[in-house]
């Protein structure tokens, strides 16, 4: 079994490059595609991207086919990408574009500062509740949509100061 090359991230996402395309014909690229998005749901990685080079756009077909979706262009190559899990809404940034994140400092009644563990690095680090705020969602309400995602078992009056 044929799988593409490919960069692993910490998002547990995987990045094809453009250079790293294989120099097949179509269906070729079909199989080994079919084989790799196998391959990468059993691993359990989310996000995949893609960078098809302009000698390569004959390969676009079969990504549509398999529910890629056009992220953005630069000259020579565009940038395809897909959400993996079904049963997720899809996470991956949009398009360049400025993102703005936020964080919580969240006090207990008894002046205990709550923290969480980020998942996604690869040493043990405690940071702040937050994350990124959706387009057109006010800050304080991002705020308190990644606080409560969080710790809404644990809080009661709730508010920003």
Not at 32 to 52: A, M, N, Y
Request: proline letters at 6%; a negative charge.
């Amino acid at each position: 079994m044929a799988t593409l090359q490919c960069r692993k991230d910490r998002y547990r996402g995987v990045t094809v490059n453009p250079q790293d395309l294989p120099d097949v014909d179509s269906g070729s690229f079909e199989k080994i595609l079919q084989d790799s998005l196998r391959e990468w749901i059993k691993e359990g990685k989310r996000g995949v991207w893609i960078g098809v080079p302009l000698d390569k756009t004959h390969f676009i077909p079969e990504l549509v086919k398999q529910h890629f979706d056009f992220h953005h262009a630069k000259p020579g190559m565009v940038m395809m990408n897909r959400w993996l899990p079904e049963e997720e809404e899809n996470k991956l940034p949009l398009d360049a574009n400025t993102t703005v994140g936020v964080g919580g400092f969240v006090l207990t009644d008894d002046n205990k500062l709550l923290v969480i563990k980020e998942r996604y690095l690869p040493k043990p680090v405690w940071k702040l509740p937050g994350g990124m705020v959706d387009h057109g969602e006010e800050f304080s309400a991002g705020v308190m949509r990644e606080v409560l995602s969080l710790f809404s078992s644990f809080l009661s009056n709730t508010r920003i100061v």
